[in-house]
């Protein structure tokens, strides 16, 4: 497992001399491509992010039809306290 390290910066020299350094001491750096800048949206202050839209969602069709569970059904049973 590789562990991963976000890094701001503000001027573009820190990432041509970050690129630098990562070549000498043995890791990569990785910029966030623009979709996945745009797919990030905020809603009351809170950052969501926007789903995947190649992901095949017919097992999940499969699994709840006809079982009639609306998301209030699900969030009351998936929130109750065990007695």
């Known amino acids: 497992m590789m562990n991963e390290v976000i890094v ?3 001027n573009r020299k820190v990432l041509k001399a970050l690129t630098a350094l990562g070549e000498y001491l043995g890791f990569t750096v990785d ?10 949206y905020l809603i009351n202050g809170v950052p969501v992010e926007s789903g995947d ?3 095949d969602m017919h097992a999940l069709h499969t699994i709840f039809t006809g079982t009639h569970i609306d998301a209030k059904t699900l969030r009351e049973s ?3 306290r065990k007695e």
């Open 8 to 10: 701001r910066y503000k």
């Open 31 to 40: 910029e966030p491509k623009k979709d996945q800048q745009s797919r990030t």
């Open 53 to 55: 839209p190649s992901i």
């Open 78 to 80: 998936a929130w109750r």
